[in-house]
């Protein structure tokens, strides 16, 4: 019910920034927890960070958190990933996903996730 295609990812130094973003193209995007994911090379896919549909709960994984921002702007059907202070170990394949309508507040595997984006990949250099 939801096509989510990403933009923004691309190559930065260590300690720069970037941002990623997520458009939504179905309706009632307020009804949906939007997460972002990524996967490094040979690694299983981990979750970053995540958003309640009701805003309110958030959730950001212990390695970026304080450097990683993510906010949702539902007007504009629009999820965003504020990475500041990049490390070449954030270099992976950003994933946005959404889930429709979920109560539960702690959702971090990518199996509970029904919708994603295409993909988006970040490079950290040293």
């Known amino acids: 019910q939801v096509q989510l295609v990403e933009s923004g990812g691309g190559l930065v130094q260590a300690g720069g920034s970037l941002r990623l973003s997520c458009a939504a193209s179905?309706?009632?995007?307020?009804?949906?927890?939007m997460a972002w994911f990524r996967q490094p090379p040979g690694k299983e896919r981990e979750c970053v960070t995540y958003?309640?549909?009701?805003?309110?709960?958030?959730y950001y994984a212990r390695s970026v958190k304080g450097r990683f921002t993510a906010s949702r702007v539902n007007a504009k059907n629009t999820v965003y990933l504020q990475m500041n202070s990049l490390r070449p170990e954030d270099t992976a394949v950003y994933y946005c996903?959404?889930?429709?309508?979920?109560?539960?507040?702690?959702?971090?595997?990518?199996?509970?996730?029904?919708?994603w984006g295409q993909g988006s990949q970040v490079t950290v250099s040293s």
């Open positions: 996903a959404a889930i429709h309508r979920t109560i539960v507040t702690d959702i971090t595997s990518p199996d509970e996730y029904g919708y």
């Open positions: 179905g309706r009632n995007f307020r009804d949906y927890t």
């Open positions: 958003i309640t549909w009701s805003g309110s709960s958030t």
